[in-house]
């Protein structure tokens, strides 16, 4: 399995253990606010999460409009 792949997995299954919902409903193309009926504070929530899981920083420029999971996984997988 291709590294971004691998990140993009891991990120559904961040995403889906903090805002309990099943793994199996989300995908990477979907848009994380609207999947998991966040606002933009539980979004910079799970941000920070994924920052300490991946022990790397994000900074705001890289995220500005990013709301689907596949684009967040490449922005994580570009600090990896």
Request: charged share 30%; hydrophobic share 40%.
């Amino acid at each position: 399995m291709p590294a971004q792949e691998e990140t993009l997995n891991r990120i559904l299954q961040l995403a889906a253990e903090r805002f309990q919902i099943p793994r199996g409903q989300l995908s990477g193309d979907d848009d994380f606010f609207e999947k998991l009926g966040i606002n933009s504070l539980q979004a910079l929530d799970l941000l920070t999460q994924l920052e300490n899981h991946f022990s790397i920083e994000l900074p705001d420029y890289e995220l500005q409009g990013v709301t689907d999971f596949r684009t967040l996984a490449e922005r994580v997988d570009s600090r990896l």
